[in-house]
């Protein structure tokens, strides 16, 4: 790692939604941490000068889904792309669900993965703890021991506990020690064989649909078990409308839960697989125009707390299939801010509520020292262009998956420096 | 689907994939020229010169006898050379291992893929890779589409009812396993049916289903209530493991076809069925054999229709 600098970020306009700061403020760090806001701090001299006029300073971007496919999956990618791509998007904590190979369930992977996150010196890797045994839904995982070696939360990746005994007992048990569990609602009886919304456009194309029902099912159970254990838990990449109804209410009941949305799912619709798009089959599918007009109001309304990229790389072929036989998910650490930013530009929501769904809110949530550019917290910082016009092409990406839906879209905003503890890990040229 | 993956750049028919997005005018020039085919069926010899030096391969995925043995006179008839090939499906539901397939079929000079796969889709995920020299047709994808299957029964109604603007058509059974029930219903509503009904328990019926322009009932009299045309459908046996009805009984007290429940449709409606028929399951052996019964009939229509599809395409014959 580089000499630690002292850098001055001269000019720009610091959104900072955990401090309330929305102005035009230098800012100066040193030792890796930021130091200053406003005047030059006496003694300080800059080793470096960030020139950040008419630009965003934010604090870095948190996210809670990355997929980094190493261990277990190097032919899609590695945690050195993956970091790579990253922090060309901003990022620079980047939570990993427990669906690795091995699972996080041991301390050891744990380990391993802070490590090497400490060792690529990009972006801060989260380990999330597998909630269950190799995520069998049966027994639980050594949950304190993996919060110990650094897990931040506890989830069952994409694989449902069916056993309601089973979820019950994990979260009497995380409970205990205040952990936070993170939960994907999906009931695999009603999911089936589905790989689509189930409605018109699942129907016209003959692919088995996945209901609305096999969500909110899973989400009223789940709210039932968390008022009842009293637990801290968040749902993540919630898909319909009627989740988020049911995440409200029991909210007004003073249960302590939170949520975030995957970015696609606040650009894409059901119509979007129309032509058999495979680009376009995500966990949790695409779902109808109007889940996507309210889960971008509840985004904007604070409702839910957080945005990720759900970032899931994949090689070539694991999209060249029937669309039942093929992979899901979406490459998309690098086109989180910018279609973020098509939000704000399309006045969905006001740029300081969408860098505290990308920053803060998910730190809050996580109850991480991220997500802040107080003075004495880690550099962690993302400079970005507001209206800078490009192309996405994905063969240009960073990360070794460029199965992106976004391909040839026009957005607006993108990322032109980041900072990780101190360190300027990424400038464009 | 995007419109001119099945149309050249001079609006020719490139590929036969989805009745869909065909235009109206497309599906009726398939009517006419297959009414030219039949006649000449007629003839002693039965061959036409119309796709000499072609190659046409059926690559049939999942298991078909009836419909690859009629797309295989078809082509002979249009004296192409003909290859019938069954891969298994298991090797080659990827992507990777089925584009091979026909990366080296295409290598061997193929013109034409008749393709029937398991999986929805597959028919077009292969269209979009072939260059553009090469054709394929879609013989029935998943629960997607069966398109030729759709035209021979618009064929063999109209051949029996006259035009098209005047019928009711019920479609009975299995909806939403049912390629053949989506690709009639693009049919028929292009061709401009006066009503479209599709019948089945709501275990069967496919979400939001009416949005393709059809009525749904879940009680067969009304169903059936003054129709033209019914069009029943194959019930696969193994429904009942997963749920979606109760016995093969209660199916066919509710839903067979007999002369009793026959009795509320029009007095000269016809019976169709796309086969294989199970007797005593959607339909009485009684109503199949009986007078009014045109299923034999679809299958000769089915030569006639898979020939003017074959000669649209490779032939450039009904193309103005």
Redesign the interface.
């Known amino acids: 790692m580089a000499e630690l600098m002292n850098i001055h970020i001269r000019g720009g306009r610091i959104i900072d939604p955990a401090n309330n700061i929305d102005s035009v403020v230098d800012l100066y760090i040193a030792r890796g941490n930021i130091i200053a806001l406003g005047g030059t701090p006496h003694g300080f001299t800059a080793d470096k000068t960030i020139d950040a006029a008419k630009k965003i300073v934010c604090p870095g971007l948190v996210d809670l889904s990355v997929r980094m496919r190493e261990p277990g999956q190097e032919y899609k990618a590695t945690l050195k792309s993956e970091c790579t791509a990253a922090i060309a998007g901003g990022i620079t904590t980047s939570c990993c669900p427990p669906d690795t190979t091995p699972t996080i369930d041991t301390r050891a992977m744990a380990n391993m993965l802070t490590h090497r996150g400490r060792e690529i010196g990009l972006t801060h890797i989260l380990p999330l703890g597998a909630l269950t045994n190799a995520l069998g839904g049966e027994t639980l995982s050594d949950m304190h021991a993996l919060h110990q070696a650094g897990c931040v939360a506890f989830s069952n990746a994409n694989q449902a506990i069916t056993n309601t005994m089973v979820m019950r007992r994990a979260m009497e048990y995380a409970s205990s020690f205040d952990l936070l569990l993170i939960l994907h609602a999906n009931d695999p009886w009603l999911s089936d064989n589905g790989c689509m919304h189930?409605?018109?456009i699942?129907?016209?194309?003959?692919?088995?649909?996945i209901?609305e029902a096999a969500e909110t099912v899973i989400v009223a159970r789940d709210l039932a078990l968390i008022e009842q254990t009293g637990i801290r838990a968040h749902f993540a990449r919630l898909s319909c409308a009627r989740s988020v109804d049911l995440i409200m209410q029991a909210r007004g009941r003073g249960l302590k839960v939170t949520a975030d949305v995957a970015i696609h799912h606040l650009h894409l619709t059901e119509h979007d697989v129309?032509?058999?798009n495979t680009l376009c089959r995500v966990i949790p599918p695409l779902r109808s125009e109007r889940d996507k007009d309210s889960l971008r109001s509840a985004v904007a309304q604070g409702d839910i707390q957080a945005i990720c990229s759900d970032h899931q790389p994949h090689e070539r072929?694991a999209?060249?299939?029937?669309?039942?036989?093929?992979e899901p998910g979406i490459s998309g650490l690098e086109t989180l801010l910018p279609l973020g930013l098509k939000l704000v530009h399309e006045d969905v929501m006001s740029l300081n509520t969408l860098i505290a769904s990308l920053s803060s809110g998910p730190a809050a949530l996580l109850g991480i020292e991220a997500g802040s550019l107080g003075v004495g917290c880690l550099a962690d910082i993302c400079i970005f262009d507001l209206d800078e016009e490009w192309q996405v092409n994905s063969t240009k990406l960073l990360s070794k998956g460029n199965n992106t839906p976004f391909k040839h879209w026009l957005l607006k905003g993108r990322v032109s420096n980041t900072l990780l503890a101190g360190n300027i890990v990424y400038s464009r040229t | 689907m995007k419109p001119h993956l099945q149309y050249t750049n001079n609006g020719n028919l490139r590929h036969f994939l989805s009745i869909e997005d065909l235009q109206k005018e497309t599906l009726q020039q398939i009517l006419t020229t297959a009414d030219k085919f039949t006649q000449f069926g007629q003839r002693e010899i039965k061959k036409l010169p119309l796709l000499r030096g072609h190659t046409v391969v059926n690559l049939f995925f999942e298991n078909s006898s009836r419909t690859r043995t009629t797309f295989e006179i078809a082509a002979k008839r249009l004296s192409a050379d003909v290859i019938n090939l069954n891969p298994t499906t298991s090797s080659t539901s990827k992507g990777e291992t089925l584009l091979d397939t026909i990366n080296i079929l295409e290598a061997m000079h193929t013109d034409l893929f008749v393709i029937r796969h398991a999986k929805s889709g597959v028919a077009e995920l292969i269209a979009r890779h072939v260059p553009d020299h090469v054709h394929i047709i879609n013989a029935g994808d998943g629960q997607h589409a069966h398109p030729t299957q759709a035209m021979l029964d618009m064929f063999t109604i109209r051949q029996h009812k006259g035009p098209f603007n005047e019928l009711r058509v019920a479609i009975v059974g299995d909806i939403l396993h049912s390629r053949v029930a989506r690709s009639q219903i693009h049919a028929l509503n292009s061709l401009g049916v006066h009503e479209i009904r599709v019948v089945a328990p709501n275990s069967l019926l496919p979400s939001q289903i009416e949005r393709l322009g059809v009525h749904a009932y879940n009680d067969l009299q009304k169903g059936l209530d003054g129709v033209d045309v019914v069009m029943m459908l194959r019930l696969q046996k193994e429904r009942m493991q997963h749920a979606y009805i109760p016995s093969e009984q209660e199916y066919f007290n509710l839903y067979g076809l007999t002369t009793e429940s026959l009795a509320a449709a029009a007095e000269d409606a016809i019976i169709m069925h796309p086969g294989p028929i199970n007797r005593g399951l959607e339909i009485s052996s009684e109503v199949a054999d009986g007078p009014r019964s045109v299923i034999l009939s679809q299958v000769t229509n089915g030569i006639a229709i898979r020939m003017a599809v074959m000669a649209m395409i490779l032939g450039g014959e009904g193309n103005g």
């Open positions: 189930e409605g018109e699942s129907t016209r194309l003959g692919l088995a649909g209901p129309a032509d058999f072929d999209k060249l299939a029937a669309f039942s036989e093929a």
